[in-house]
Structures are given as C-alpha cells and as structure tokens.
C-alpha cells in the first residue's frame, strides 16, 4: 500500500529540515486522513526501511515519526528494536525516553543534514 521509497523520501527530506512528523502528518503526506489500519501498515514499512538503513549503516528515520501528544515514537518502535540495539531505554515514555528519542533524531538530522 505504501511505497517504501516515498516514505523514505519524505523522511530524509524531514531529517534535513531537522524535523519530526505526526502519525497524522506523516500519513496525510501520503494522502491518507489518520486511521489505526492504516498507522500499523506505516509502521511495518518503517520497520523495513530502518532496517535496510541499519544494514547500510545509515541512522534510523522511524524515529522522525512521533505521537501528537507526546512527541514521541509509539510503544511499536521501542518493541520491535528490543534485541536489536543494546541501549533502548526500560520505559517507552518519560525522561529516559525522550532523551533517546532526541538522540536518535540528532543522529537523523547530522547524518541527512543537506549540503
């Protein structure tokens, strides 16, 4: 449903302009309203293209999108890194959260800062 490398476009160009994007954001750049269905297959996509990323040893850009709320990545993108990074915060919210969140965002921004 979604095309890999149109959702890898959009976050690069977020990563250079040094920004995050709401579920909502991110899923209306795609021109879709929000709805959960259509979030998870977001996310799988994501998943994909981090992990392709990650092979390439490029930073991750999952991290660019972020709940409205609270500014940070679903509990989704926690889970599914669990074994796949030693360093994952114990909660998927609060202090320690947030400030790996904008860790790994920086990494995003310095790696895809435009020329």
């Given at each position: 449903?979604?095309?890999p490398g149109e959702v890898r476009d959009i976050f690069i160009s977020a990563a250079q302009q040094r920004t995050a994007l709401t579920y909502s954001e991110m899923l209306g750049a795609l021109g879709h309203?929000?709805?959960?269905?259509?979030?998870?297959q977001l996310?799988?996509?994501?998943d994909r293209i981090d992990e392709d990323g990650r092979v390439a040893g490029e930073p991750g850009l999952a991290v660019l999108v972020v709940r409205q709320s609270d500014g940070l990545p679903g509990q989704g993108w926690?889970?599914?890194r669990t074994g796949v990074y030693d360093d994952?915060?114990?909660e998927w919210e609060g202090t320690e959260a947030r400030a790996y969140t904008q860790a790994r965002q920086a990494e995003a921004?310095?790696?895809w800062e435009a020329p």
């Open positions: 449903m979604f095309d309203a929000f709805a959960r269905p259509l979030m998870r996310c799988k996509v994501l926690f889970v599914s994952l915060p114990l921004f310095d790696y």
